[in-house]
């Protein structure tokens, strides 16, 4: 994982679980100017601030990338079966040769089919222990306090995937 992809495009699910657990200034320490997103998953992320459902969040390390032409027409495809914000980061993946962040199953499947490379909020843990910025248990607190949150993850421990 730590091979970083010309662009990495976070979605809402990634951005709200780092978020809802106030660690959002962790991931440009893994992906540094990298880190990406479109206007679609801002858009989510802002209303789920205005519905009080996200704390507010400075996300202005974030590289906001405008699609071209040919990548809105890639989005517009996936616009039955996806969200905005995560049909137009594939959108942009698939075309820019990057990875996407995201944890919504649906939208990892249709990544593979596209052949974007897909990690989401435990990759990141992941890669936060093993480039050092954060301790394994530091690493379990997070992933935790995330479980209390709402998010559901497949495992307990970070160790379980290092």
């Known amino acids: 994982m730590s091979v970083i992809s010309p662009i990495e495009l976070l979605d809402t699910t990634v ?7 106030n660690s959002t200034y962790l991931l440009p320490f ?6 990406s997103s479109t206007i679609e998953v801002i858009s989510e992320f802002e209303q789920g601030i205005q519905r009080h459902r996200l ?3 400075d996300l202005t390390w974030l590289n906001i990338l405008p699609l071209s032409f040919n990548e809105q027409l890639t989005s517009e495809q996936l616009k039955p079966r996806l969200g905005a914000g995560e049909r ?31 990690s989401g909020t435990l ?9 050092g910025y954060l301790q394994l248990t ?3 607190q997070l992933l935790s306090q995330m479980v209390q949150t ?3 993850s497949p495992v ?4 379980q995937l290092i």
């Open 30 to 35: 893994i992906l540094g100017n990298k880190a």
């Open 88 to 118: 137009t980061c594939i959108a942009l993946a698939a075309h820019r040769r990057g990875r996407v962040f995201t944890d919504d199953s649906l939208a990892r499947k249709i990544a593979a089919e596209l052949r974007v490379p897909v």
């Open 156 to 159: 307990k421990s970070i160790s």
């Open 138 to 140: 530091q690493s379990d």
């Open 15 to 21: 951005l709200s679980n780092f978020a809802l657990v």
């Open 55 to 57: 704390p507010p969040t």
């Open 150 to 152: 709402g998010y559901r």
């Open 123 to 131: 990759g990141l843990l992941v890669w936060l222990v093993i480039d």
